[in-house]
């Protein structure tokens, strides 16, 4: 386990020494169960999903870009 410090309002003190109190349960404890509620309930935002960009060195036409695929597909087939 990490250590952590957090710092609370005084009125949160309050409260969580009284949770511990009267529960039994540490503080510690308290805030973990606390932390972990939070996350297993949180609404993460999904991803863009953006695509990841390749820089090939020099910039192609879309006629030459074609070329170099067609020219990769019939040097695969031949190897086949």
Do not use: C, N, Q, W
């Not at 529960?23 to 695509?51: C, F, N, Q």
């Not at 020099?58 to 040097?75: C, F, G, N, Q, T």
């Amino acid at each position: 386990m990490k250590k952590t410090t957090v710092y609370l309002p005084e009125d949160l003190e309050v409260r969580l020494d009284a949770e511990s109190s009267a529960t039994g349960v540490s503080k510690a404890e308290l805030i973990r169960r606390g932390v972990a509620m939070i996350l297993d309930h949180a609404e993460r935002p999904k991803r863009s999903g953006d695509l990841p960009v390749f820089d090939s060195g020099r910039p192609l036409s879309p006629e030459a870009m074609d070329d170099v695929v067609y020219e990769h597909i019939k040097e695969r087939a031949a190897r086949r």
